[in-house]
């Protein structure tokens, strides 16, 4: 079912947040019509599906953790209050009720399962830490307004755009955490296929910076404010550690993928969920098992991955 939620969330992501928005300014032929009606309607089939497969892990998530009882009944509340919302604007005090459940599911995610992290090292555990904490500090931004109109406080609050570009800055980390705990390989395959997307932002960027910087944010939620090449990088270094770790982690695949889909600061209750599943697979004891040195030469030697194995 994981692998489903990943394809139904990169779809919504690329075709409904991405190729439908920026298709808004390309000119308008009968055909560029006729094929952005598709693109949208089958970004909204996968948009509808990822919510209902996001939401069944969700539920089924707080089931196998079930004898943790705080985490499971967050999870359970988040579940509930979401298909509650479908039917009714929730006040400002429901709301507020919703993003703290929100927000102590990742803490606890976050903090499950000590024994495993011991095995990992410190790049194992800045590879769980920073995007539980950007996901955390993008919650938080959006938790604070609904707080000050609850207490009817003067607004806007204090820090929150620094506290924005802090979750931002956090989401950069985490890439580059996960490629130095996954990602250094030797062979030069993935590096030059995770290129390929460095490059087309780059270029974008290069010919158009205000108009890539509004894509990126209906996109992905990244503001740009850092320099653009760490952003680069990031999406480099991104695609290298999945093609690295596609046939030896593919729990951490999954992981990365479902961020990437969810986007800093999610807006929507399924990619909300989309980024608690993907800390809960960072959390799971597979993570924590070194990568099997290569072997030597034998006259029975193990099928090659699809690429080299990291350094």
Same mark, same amino acid.
């Given at each position: 079912?994981?692998?489903?939620?990943?394809?139904?969330?990169?779809?919504?992501?690329?075709?409904?947040?991405?190729?439908?928005?920026?298709?808004?300014?390309?000119?308008?032929?009968?055909?560029?019509?006729?094929l952005y009606g598709v693109v949208n309607q089958v970004g909204q089939f996968t948009a509808v599906l990822a919510a209902?497969?996001?939401?069944?892990?969700?539920?089924?998530?707080?089931?196998?953790?079930?004898?943790?009882l705080w985490l499971p009944l967050g999870l359970v509340g988040l579940a509930g209050l979401s298909l509650l919302f479908l039917f009714l604007v929730p006040p400002v005090w429901l709301a507020l009720a919703y993003q703290l459940l929100a927000l102590a599911a990742v803490?606890?995610?976050?903090?499950?399962?000590?024994?495993?992290?011991a095995r990992t090292g410190l790049a194992g555990a800045a590879a769980r830490f920073f995007p539980a904490a950007a996901l955390a500090a993008g919650l938080a931004v959006q938790l604070l307004p609904?707080?000050?109109?609850l207490l009817n406080l003067p607004g806007p609050p204090p820090l929150t755009g620094r506290l924005f570009n802090l979750g931002e800055l956090l989401v950069a980390a985490s890439v580059f955490s996960w490629w130095w705990g996954y990602g250094r390989v030797r062979s030069w395959q993935p590096?030059?296929?995770?290129?390929?997307?460095?490059?087309?932002?780059?270029?974008?960027?290069?010919?158009?910076?205000?108009?890539?910087?509004?894509?990126?944010?209906?996109?992905?939620?990244?503001? /740009?404010?850092? @320099?653009? &090449?760490?952003?680069?990088?990031?999406?480099? #270094?991104?695609?290298?550690?999945? =093609?690295?770790?596609?046939?030896?982690?593919p729990q951490l695949v999954n992981a990365i993928l479902l961020l990437l889909a969810a986007g800093y600061a999610p807006q929507l209750s399924s990619q909300l969920f989309a980024a608690l599943i993907a800390l809960w697979l960072l959390n799971r004891?597979? /993570?924590?098992? @070194?990568? &099997?040195?290569?072997?030597?030469?034998?006259? #029975?030697?193990?099928?090659?991955? =699809?690429?080299?194995?990291?350094?």
């Open positions: 079912m994981v692998r489903w939620l990943v394809l139904a969330a990169l779809g919504e992501w690329l075709l409904l947040r991405t190729i439908t928005r920026a298709a808004i300014h390309v000119p308008k032929s009968p055909l560029i019509i006729t209902l497969l996001a939401l069944v892990l969700l539920l089924w998530i707080a089931w196998e953790i079930r004898r943790a803490l606890l995610l976050s903090t499950a399962r000590q024994e495993t992290r609904n707080l000050y109109s590096w030059v296929l995770a290129a390929l997307p460095a490059f087309l932002f780059t270029a974008s960027f290069l010919r158009d910076p205000a108009m890539t910087g509004i894509l990126t944010i209906w996109s992905t939620g990244l503001t /740009l404010f850092l @320099p653009w &090449p760490i952003y680069a990088v990031a999406l480099w #270094l991104a695609g290298v550690t999945v =093609l690295a770790n596609w046939r030896q982690r004891p597979a /993570l924590s098992v @070194p990568a &099997p040195t290569a072997p030597r030469r034998r006259n #029975l030697s193990p099928a090659p991955p =699809l690429f080299e194995r990291p350094v």
